[in-house]
């Protein structure tokens, strides 16, 4: 490397070559989750005509080569002479970034897609990319190659079809992986037919010997889409509640109902984009919400005049509530488009809701008081839950000496440098006591099962010894309390047995963190310990094999002879400490596996964890059904 730093060193990137350059700028990784944004891209650009009121359907399709066909029947995008660039207004479009119908040209009053860069992203991260515009009854053809025309565009027929059809090829060159997963593109395909009313989106997967397709249409929206979250439970009442309106130009449509579980499961979204974080809309819905009801619980003497109001927490106990408004010009706080920060769609959510709310509370005393006779035992936990939670706070070691549970604990303080095992039983604990490094990894035996927190409310949870043990233990305190900085380890190690009970044991304690400790998992502090399945013993030589395959390997290496002695471990107390710290607990030789969450398929995760963790048998036998065919090493 020169130390001369001069104006020859300065490179222009000219077209799409930026993107090319720098993908992950653009579409946020060039893993499996930036080669589905590809897909979304090219779809939204199609639900933005769905929301114009001009298309009616949309078919995807995953082709044979893992390519993918878009078609929608909108307007078509346009084909004259775009007027700056002089060029077809659809070469514009596939080729330059920051071109786009959205920008205050009048094509669109709402859209998600306001950046511009979605359809020539997707052209130049492509191998190849057609686009077919059929238009004024003619049909309209250009194609690319890695983001350049390869051939102008040409009138190849007439047509009656009116729309867009684009196909592309990720580029290999690009992308770590080019498969395309039907899951991933079927969650993301339903939320989007759920949120815009009577859309109709069809996959297809043309990969396999037959076909599969399914088909999403949904007339009623998102009064549907919260029935079928609400699916793994038992409603409360039969009616979904909906509310719907415009003010100072936001449309807004909310839907919710209650069930029997304790949790809340509330979903916003901008433009059919969904907000992890909220912003102003859900702080409109959720005043909404509280002023309401206590108005009418007071007024109607569902509240007694010397009871406190009830909390917005405890009303929203086991509420599902999709919250979907549509905005001219949203503004969101920072890139990621996580957070809505528009002023009026607070007014405007709370305004419509509140109106709406009153209405069908007054229509529907009965409802009214399920809801609040739900919201008084969910304040009665609370307060329960609040003693409990203060018989769980940390002590310092200036205050006791006792440590929570059997933990053994490490002696480095510098939360980065540390590291605690929950381990099932004490034969686990004493072998990867005697294991581990005293410094810098803690362990922490836990007894059995614990609960399952999905079918408890909080003051429950808390009296649970296994739970109490692991709030003390790291310290951060839990629920709304919740704080992170006070966390006394970096890595959260789930370490139990390589069978059915030790991934019952593991989906338990994600359960939890998930719904009590999110972050943790968000901030990348929880793991899954691998152990090997199999030790081969030969010649007074020693492997290890964490699966089926990894094990004929070594012996087809090794040899297949009577030599050959193989152990297959059923649980980490068959291991002698020297064996587990050399597999399992080593930080040089182990296998951690990073527990993530994604917050744009929060609804997808939610669904999941009540399905699987919930209290109806019907959903999970289905889900069983389903997904039986992708077992593996079935421990039986």
């Known amino acids: 490397m020169s130390d001369n730093y001069s104006a020859d060193q300065i490179q222009i990137l000219e077209g799409l070559e ?81 071109a786009g119908g959205k920008f205050g040209g009048g094509g669109y009053k709402v ?3 306001l950046h511009g860069v979605g359809a020539s992203v997707v052209n130049a991260l492509s191998e190849w990319l057609e686009v077919v515009v059929y238009k004024d009854g003619k049909e309209y053809k250009q194609r690319y190659e890695r983001g350049k025309v390869v051939s102008d565009l040409e009138v190849v027929g007439e047509t009656e079809k009116q729309g867009t059809k684009v196909t592309f090829k990720p580029d290999a060159l690009i992308f770590e992986e080019t498969v395309y997963d039907f899951e991933i593109l079927k969650e993301r395909l ?146 990621t488009k996580q957070k809505l920060g528009n002023s009026e769609a607070r007014g405007a959510v709370d305004n419509i809701v509140s109106d709406r709310l009153m209405i069908f509370l007054e229509q529907n005393p009965n409802v009214g008081k399920i809801i609040a006779e739900k919201a008084v035992l969910a304040q009665r936990a609370r307060d329960a839950a609040r003693k409990a939670r203060d018989l769980t706070r940390r002590k310092t070691a200036l205050e006791t000496m006792s440590l929570p549970g059997k933990l053994a604990d ?45 079918k408890s409310r909080l003051d429950k949870i808390l009296v649970n010894n296994e739970i109490k043990a692991m709030i003390t233990a790291f310290g951060t305190g839990i629920h709304e309390e919740f704080d992170i900085t006070k966390l006394r380890y970096h890595k959260i190690i789930i370490m139990t047995d390589a069978d059915v009970d030790g991934a019952h044991i593991a989906t338990l304690l ?81 296998i951690l596996l990073k527990v993530t969450m994604n917050d744009a398929k929060m609804a997808a995760l939610n669904d999941t964890f009540n399905v699987l963790m919930g209290d109806k048998v019907e959903p999970r036998r289905e889900f069983i059904e389903t997904h039986a065919k992708y077992v593996r090493n079935l421990d039986i």
């Not at 099932?424 to 927190?453: M, Y």
């Open 190 to 335: 339903r939320e989007t037919a759920f949120l815009t009313k009577n859309l109709k989106i069809v996959l297809v997967d043309d990969r396999g010997e037959k076909p599969v397709e399914k088909i999403f249409h949904y007339e009623g929206g998102i009064k549907e889409y919260v029935q079928y979250l609400n699916r793994p439970h038992d409603v409360l009442y039969p009616e979904i509640i909906y509310c719907e309106g415009v003010k100072d130009n936001v449309y807004v449509e909310v839907a919710l109902q209650h069930n029997n579980s304790y949790t809340e499961s509330c979903y916003s979204f901008v433009n059919n984009i969904i907000t992890p974080e909220g912003g102003t809309h859900l702080i409109g819905f959720r005043n909404a919400l509280t002023k309401t009801f206590n108005d009418y619980a007071r007024k109607n003497k569902l509240l007694k005049d010397n009871e406190p109001n009830l909390s917005g927490e405890d009303i929203r106990e086991g509420l599902t509530t999709i919250i979907s408004i549509k905005v001219e010009e949203p503004q969101f706080e920072g890139q």
């Open 510 to 590: 994600l359960t939890f963190f998930y719904r009590f400790m999110p972050d943790l998992i968000r901030e990348g502090y929880v793991y899954l310990a691998q152990p090997p399945l199999y030790k081969i013993e030969k010649n007074k030589r020693v492997w290890y094999a964490y699966d089926d395959n990894e094990l004929n390997n070594i012996l087809t290496e090794i040899g297949r002879d009577q030599n050959n002695r193989i152990q297959r471990y059923k649980g980490l107390g068959e291991m002698d400490p020297e064996q587990l710290w050399e597999t399992t607990m080593d930080p040089d030789r182990r």
């Open 410 to 454: 490490c002696s480095d303080k510098d939360p980065a440098n540390c590291e605690i095992y929950i381990v099932e039983g004490d034969s686990a604990g004493g072998s990867a006591k005697t294991a581990r490094s005293r410094s810098t990894q803690a362990i922490l035996p836990l007894r059995g099962k614990i609960l399952n927190v999905e």
């Open 18 to 98: 930026a993107v090319r350059k720098r993908p992950g700028m653009y579409i946020g990784s060039t893993s499996s989750k930036g080669l589905h944004h590809l897909v979304y891209e090219i779809v939204d650009n199609s639900v933005d005509e769905a929301l114009a009121g001009y298309c009616s359907a949309i078919n995807v399709t995953v082709n044979k080569d893992n390519s993918i066909t878009v078609v929608d029947n909108g307007r078509g995008i346009p084909v004259d002479i775009q007027e700056k660039a002089g060029r077809p207004a659809v070469e514009v479009v596939f080729t330059i970034l920051h």
């Open 111 to 113: 859209s998600g897609g």
